[in-house]
């Protein structure tokens, strides 16, 4: 990395992490068609072609002997002498790596985790998948200390937006499925979206809207989404159980199809 890469001096970029499992990407098309969209919302043009980005994937995996784990990717407005304005000159720099990982410790799944809330004191866009995530670090850190898995951040109407690295969903008393809407206050997470995906299939009830910390206290259940977290069921939040303290049914209904979801392709 260049000691003046934008990504490095301001966090001038975005990234993608896309799971690998059984040696294929999981949501390719959804991870491309979210990068563009960071890309397009900071004015970074792309550096190659999707087709030559696919390739650089599958070629990354191949030489690493990825079967089951994450290719990250990471583009970042280029390397140029340090001005917070865009440099004229500057190309974009992509850096793709692959690594092996193990799924969440399936205990995780069979049990459940616990969150803590923090305030959200993160910028307007997080729509966008910026490398500048200094307060999910913070958060996830707080998280750690406190022995939890995540932390669920709370803006200042009082309701949650998503966990540091994860979107965040309850179950409602009247058995309705909500999570916020993909506006600017999170990121639209892919496997957000295959899990509504399934919910529509399946035809349970679903709600799309901010819902508060109270609600989620007195949610029935409540499970967290993303990439490398896959579906988790949420049975404490700040210490307290969520319902009976046990993963609800629901969710490890979803939690099932979205495991087969990422092994069907
Ligand atoms: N995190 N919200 C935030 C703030 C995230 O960073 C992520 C992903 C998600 C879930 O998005 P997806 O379902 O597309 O993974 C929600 C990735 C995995 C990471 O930073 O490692």
């Known amino acids: 990395m260049h000691i003046e890469d934008r990504g490095y001096q301001f966090g001038d970029g975005v990234y993608e992490v896309i799971a690998v499992v ?4 999981v949501d390719e098309a959804p991870h491309l068609a979210r990068l563009h969209r960071s890309l397009a919302e900071l004015r970074i043009p792309p550096p190659m072609g999707d087709a030559a980005l696919k390739l650089v ?3 990354t995996i191949r030489r690493n002997g990825v079967d089951n784990g994450i290719v990250y990717l990471q583009v970042t407005r280029g390397a140029a002498p340090r001005d917070h304005a865009f440099p004229k000159a500057a190309k974009p720099v992509l850096v793709v790596t692959s690594r092996r990982s193990r799924v969440p410790n399936p205990r995780f799944g069979r049990e ?3 969150v803590i809330t923090i305030p959200d004191i993160r910028w307007q866009r997080c729509d966008i998948k910026s490398v500048a ?15 939890a898995y995540e932390a669920w951040q709370v803006d200042r109407d009082g309701n949650i937006t998503e966990g ?5 969903w309850i179950v409602t008393g009247d058995d309705a499925v909500m999570t916020r809407a993909a506006d600017n206050a999170i990121l639209n997470g892919v496997t957000r979206g295959a899990v509504l995906d399934i919910i529509r299939r399946e035809g349970y009830r679903f709600v799309e809207r901010p819902f508060s910390l109270e609600e989620a206290r007195a949610a029935r259940e409540a499970f967290l989404t993303s990439t490398t977290a896959e579906l988790l069921p949420v049975v404490r939040i700040d210490g307290a159980p969520v319902g009976d303290g046990k993963p609800g049914p629901l969710s490890l209904k979803l939690r099932e199809g979205y495991l087969a979801h990422t092994m069907s392709e």
Do not use: M, Y
């Open 133 to 147: 995530l200094v307060p999910n670090v913070l958060g996830k850190q707080q998280a750690r200390e406190a022995g």
């Open 164 to 168: 540091t690295s994860t979107n965040a």
């Open 112 to 114: 459940g985790i616990a």
């Open 57 to 59: 994937f599958r070629e």
């Open 22 to 25: 059984g040696g294929h990407l």
